[in-house]
């Protein structure tokens, strides 16, 4: 039984930083391609980054590019996301997620993911 558990949300100052670790357990995080989402009240949960298997290859939205940082340490099995200059737009409910899909791809649709996280708030103020 795969779990992916995150962690480091919280409350921050727009133009603050956190940074969300995504553990997975029961197998190995080399297995699965990893991605970030977001979930923001009333709004559809939306793509947010995206690492492929061996960590070559990223992939990020407009809104976060230049600001987020994907990351996965798989000695670790563990993912990253490093988020700087936060907004109040940033404000959501954050999930990782581990996809099966057996090339080295990034991947960016949400229905490609097969595990998926219980989510981790981050709230910017303004």
């Known amino acids: 039984q795969v779990q992916l558990v995150e962690s480091g949300g919280g409350l921050v100052q727009a133009g603050g930083s956190l940074r969300l670790s995504c553990v997975v357990s029961g197998r190995t995080l080399r297995d699965y391609a990893m991605g970030w989402f977001r979930q923001a009240p009333g709004k559809e949960r939306e793509f947010v980054a995206a690492i492929n298997r061996s960590g070559g290859s990223t992939h990020y939205d407009d809104s976060v590019k230049g600001r987020f940082t994907i990351s996965r340490d798989d000695a670790k099995n563990t993912m990253y996301l490093q988020m700087t200059s936060l907004k109040p737009e940033d404000t959501a409910v954050y999930y990782c997620?581990?996809?099966?899909?057996?090339?080295?791809?990034?991947?960016?649709?949400?229905?490609?993911?097969?595990?998926w996280g219980q989510g981790t708030q981050v709230t910017v103020s303004s």
């Open positions: 997620a581990a996809s099966t899909l057996p090339r080295l791809v990034v991947v960016l649709a949400r229905y490609d993911y097969d595990y």
